[in-house]
């Protein structure tokens, strides 16, 4: 009789290199479940049991193998002093820059998480999740990385001409931003969060010189990863990691976000047994795609990348964008279970 997997086993046995009952699916959905509810995206973040709704009908509605209660990297930078600006069919953007000048860097102290409002609300979600799924669904946890964090905090020019022109004040702020990063991802385990993904957008080569990314983001990987409590997955906003993989896999990250740019299958030879993939279907093409087309696509990437487990399906951003249609996530999720069952001998 074949063996009925829960979605933790199935992710557990795919993380080890094994084969479960079939791919893993990550719809990974935030202001998305908005539409489930039928409230404004503002409305939605305002109370942790509406997020907590949101991501039960998103598990149920698709066969979803995972609940991400990540609200948005502005929700994690207001907790700075900033405040989250909510549009009302995307994600939430990020205030003004905290810091105005260099000399503010020297006055930034890192956030009270156990007083910040924002958090709490987050972590109340997913203690509320924790008590709904206990150990049968994982839960995941999100935190920008120390290194792409300044993106918000000061601006994206000004953080560049502080790499370049002030390398001591850059250590100072990414020290302090690297505190943050380890408690919040932590209280995030201990509220019930199975896994910590690290969203660092600024560590690859498309936005900086990979000469630059090893003496500055990846060192601060390297102090910041084995801090946390748990395995840690890494996503690029879609973009390529292809070109510091070997660094993403010795800083200690277990699961990687696999841009829509890069070949699954050069992906999965390069990495091996060392790392499971996540990807890669375009998030942004979804928005436009016919049923076929998902199937096509859904079946695509689970040619390239399905053998010997290691490999959870989902788009290469990490986030569905609001635009794409429920049908499209009924056929990805119906795809998975057609084409994604093992042994997979429909080849």
């Given amino acids: 009789m074949e063996k009925r997997y829960t979605s933790m086993e199935r992710v557990l046995t795919t993380m080890s290199k094994h084969e479960p009952d079939k791919v893993p699916l990550f719809l990974m959905c935030t202001h998305y479940c908005a539409k489930f ?6 409305n939605y973040f305002s109370k942790p049991e509406n997020v907590a709704r949101g991501q039960m009908m998103l598990l149920k509605k698709f066969n979803n193998d995972c609940l991400n209660p990540f609200y948005s990297a502005a929700h994690e930078y207001a907790a700075f002093g900033s405040e989250v600006i909510f549009n009302e069919a995307g994600p939430p953007n990020a205030g ?7 000399d503010d860097i020297l006055k930034l102290q890192p956030p009270d998480v156990k007083n910040s409002k924002i958090l709490r609300n987050c972590l109340e979600t997913i203690s509320i999740l924790k008590e709904e799924v206990g150990m049968s669904v994982p839960i995941a946890g999100g935190v920008l990385s120390p290194f792409s964090l300044p993106i918000l905090q000061m601006g994206f020019d000004k953080y560049i001409e502080l790499i370049y022109e002030k390398p001591e004040l850059l250590e100072h702020l990414i020290k302090i931003n690297e505190r943050f990063c380890t408690e919040w991802a932590n209280m995030q385990l201990a509220a019930g969060a199975s896994f910590i993904t690290t969203i660092d957008s600024m560590s690859v ?3 900086i010189p990979k000469s630059i990314y090893l003496k500055t983001g990846f060192l601060s990987a390297k102090r910041t990863i084995p801090t946390i409590k748990s395995d840690v997955a890494i996503a690029t906003s879609s973009a390529s990691s292809a070109s510091i993989l070997e660094e993403i896999l010795e800083s200690g990250i277990k699961a990687i976000l696999v841009s829509h740019t890069d070949d699954l299958a050069e992906m999965k030879k390069k ?3 060392r790392a499971t993939l996540l990807g890669n279907l375009n998030g942004i093409e979804m928005c436009r795609w016919t049923r076929s087309d998902a199937e096509l ?3 695509e990437a689970i040619r390239k990348a399905g053998d010997g487990g290691g490999f959870i399906l989902c788009d290469s951003l990490g986030d569905i964008p609001y ?3 429920e049908d499209i996530l009924y056929e990805i999720s119906e795809s998975v279970n057609k084409w994604g069952r093992y042994p997979l001998n429909w080849r």
């Fill in 96 to 102: 003004e820059p905290i810091i105005k000048n260099f």
């Fill in 205 to 207: 080569s498309s936005i």
């Fill in 271 to 273: 990495v091996g047994k």
């Fill in 323 to 325: 635009q794409v249609s």
């Fill in 37 to 42: 509810l039928d409230v404004s995206i503002k």
């Fill in 297 to 299: 696509n859904v079946k």
